[in-house]
């Protein structure tokens, strides 16, 4: 069973600091998706990453997946509060998420 | 945009109740999932639906829960006699695919119910 980790488990930054935040496995990943979970909704897949050293972006945020595919990295540049909740990473290929890193980012 | 919608939002029920959670998938999807959220916490799968059967379920899933698709649109999540430790949010997801040929499975989560146990 893969076990995944992610760290850190709280963040809270000011508005415009840089942030990283991690996901590891246990056992190589065939696909990793990052999702957000914003206050009250449900979570949204932000992206799946594939290929080992691949990164990927999306507007302020830097998704990095290991050369090795067991672990990802998910920066955010100039952090705005829009971009609090809680960030999960998951096994593309099935159903578990990882416990989260929940930021909050203080006007 | 397609999304899944969940009913009701909000639930709050006696302990020992039982309790019928409801969800309309996206309409060309083939997989559905029911995912558990006690506040403050992770995210927990607890069941995966397909092609009429439960495929997948995890240690959570035991003989208290059930789900169901009554007809062609719904997907239900069953709690019998419900306990304190039940409440929750409980969300409801869908994907078109299991991601085994496409590489990855990307999951369309609904709002979610809310569910107070008293």
Redesign the interface.
Known sequence: TQLLEQSPQFLSIQEGENLTVYCNSSSVF??L?W?R?EP??????LV?V?TGGEVKKLKRLTFQFGDARKDSSLHITAAQPGDTG?Y?CKN??N??????TRLSVLP | EPE?TQTPSHQVTQMGQEVILRCVPISNHLYF?WYRQILGQ????LV?FYNNEIS?KSEIFDDQFSVERPDGSNFTLKIRSTKLEDSAMY?C?SSESR??LS??????????SRLTVL
């Open positions: 065939s696909s998706q999702y979970q009250g909704e449900g979570p949204v897949l799946t594939v809680l999960l593309g290929q159903f578990v998420f990882g416990p989260g | 899944v999932y992770k995210v927990e799968f995966s997948e969300f997801a991601g085994a590489g990855a499975n990307v999951l369309t989560f609904g709002a979610g």
